[in-house]
């Protein structure tokens, strides 16, 4: 059956086009995952019970995109992924151009031309058999890919999108977790979603103990006033879009600043935007029960967004993926 394009989204805002069939009918092309130098079907792909990762949230990761069959400032994601794993102590035991081969092969043999890659490293499982000691473990590389993910919904953002500030879950803080090491102790993000999806919001910001505005699940937040662009400097992962969207901004001559941001400041703001690599540049037109520029994305907002996409195709900033198929 036709199923119909959304035409109101000639803006770019659905970019990379979801519906796009992204690899020929094949056994990797729902995703696949790089196991110990072996690349197979992602549903075949597990790691052992007992390993720190699952059992201690031991882990660290991080996400590039794929887009129209390259990878996007991959160098940046990787050298990241390396600041995580020193933060952690943990050695995912390849060479750098090791990371990147994987990816490369491993996105290559899935076909998919816009992906949501992961590279992941957890502690492992103790050499010493019952060993409480950290050092005692083979850290653990590995990697899979799916079809590209939009963190929030392109259809969703095209109706407008909505956040909930959270008042009863306060991000963990970062004296106890450093929220630069990208992780998966996601119990402050999950129990806000709970709280913002029954009010019937799509997402939740989270605050820091001092009311000031962090991060969400998955993104940074900007907002936007008077003309200005600002972000949270503190509790946040520093995003590699959120790098991206300041370059923009920079290059647009649009004035910004990291700054600390109240909750009040965001309920204050012309306009408010998510920033994460799975999605881009993503404008909400509702945060609590303020409704931002007329109850549509707001004017920068949307021209950082088309040139957002515009970017991940400039060729100094890709890394070609060479297809099998
Ligand atoms: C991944 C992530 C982001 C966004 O980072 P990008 O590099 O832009 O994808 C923001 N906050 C958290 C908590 C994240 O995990």
Redesign the pocket.
Known sequence: MFKQQNHSNSNDLNKPPSLEKNSKDSSLGSGAAWMRGKIVPISEASIPVNDWGLVRSDITYD?VPVINGGFFRLSDYIERFYVSMDGLKLDPRLGENGIETALLEMVGASGLRNSYVTMVCSRGIPTVPGSRDPRECENYFYAWCVPYIHVIKPEVIARGASALISDSVKRIDESSFDPTI?NYHWGDFTRGLYEAKEQNYDTVFLVDHKDCVT?GP???IFVVKDGKLMTPIKG??H????RTVLEIAESLNIETEIRKITKQEVLDADEVFV???AGGVMPLVRVNSTIFSNNKPGHISKKIRKKYWEWTELSCYRTLINYSD
Request: aromatic letters at 6%; glycine letters at 14%.
């Open positions: 996400v990208k991060e998955g993104f940074n946040v992962l995003g590699i879009t959120r920033s994460t690599s």
